[in-house]
């Protein structure tokens, strides 16, 4: 059974910074495509954004790239959500999300049903 368990969230001023961090168990986290999600107060789960499973490739939201960084280090099993300049609009549960066993070795996806499996959620709250 797959395991994520994120922590890092947490209350930061406009224009500070966050690092969130979630840690897999449960299978061979470098087989598999992982990725961050967020669901803001009232409105459905979106894709933040994603990192193949060897960490070459990422794939970001257009609201968050040139603020956020993803990472991972395999050797770990974490992955990492960097995230600077933070707005008030980034306010959110943020989850970590991994994909079911049939993704090994497979692509990012940005729709949440694409994910199998789902952290408990950190609580990111932008104040201004």
């Known amino acids: 059974q797959v395991q994520l368990v994120e922590s890092g969230g947490g209350l930061v001023q406009a224009g500070g910074s966050l690092r969130l961090s979630c840690a897999a168990s449960g299978r061979t986290f470098s087989s598999y495509a992982m990725a961050w999600f967020r669901q803001p107060p009232g409105k459905e789960r979106e894709f933040v954004a994603g990192?193949?499973?060897?960490?070459?490739?990422?794939n970001y939201a257009d609201s968050v790239k040139g603020r956020f960084t993803i990472s991972r280090d395999n050797a770990k099993n974490t992955v990492y959500l960097q995230m600077n300049s933070l707005k008030l609009e980034d306010t959110a549960v943020y989850y970590c999300?991994?994909?079911?066993?049939?993704?090994?070795?497979?692509?990012?996806?940005?729709?949440?049903?694409?994910?199998?499996?789902w952290g408990q959620g950190t609580q990111v709250t932008v104040s201004s």
């Open positions: 999300a991994a994909p079911g066993s049939s993704a090994v070795l497979g692509p990012i996806r940005t729709t949440w049903r694409s994910y199998s499996y």
């Open positions: 990192i193949s499973w060897s960490g070459g490739s990422t």
